[in-house]
């Protein structure tokens, strides 16, 4: 059972800047499940993985996630 971590990302501004995160956080869990809330700049990601994995994908991807 994995407990979901969440990001508050908040130079994410669209739906294509949502695209690109989710694409990052699959390429590192292909099984995660990601929720994207554009407008709350949240984005929380459910795997077992851990969340600094993720933050990194997410950072290489051009993005800055906060741990909310």
Avoid: W
Wanted: glycine share 2%; with cysteine.
């Amino acid at each position: 059972m994995s407990t979901p971590v969440t990001f508050t990302v908040n130079d994410m501004t669209c739906n294509h800047c949502a695209g690109v995160i989710t694409k990052a956080v699959k390429d590192v869990d292909a099984n995660a499940r990601v929720d994207i809330t554009v407008a709350d700049k949240r984005v929380v990601i459910d795997s077992s993985l851990p969340a600094q994995s993720f933050a990194e994908a997410i950072e290489e991807a051009g993005y800055t996630p906060v741990a909310a």
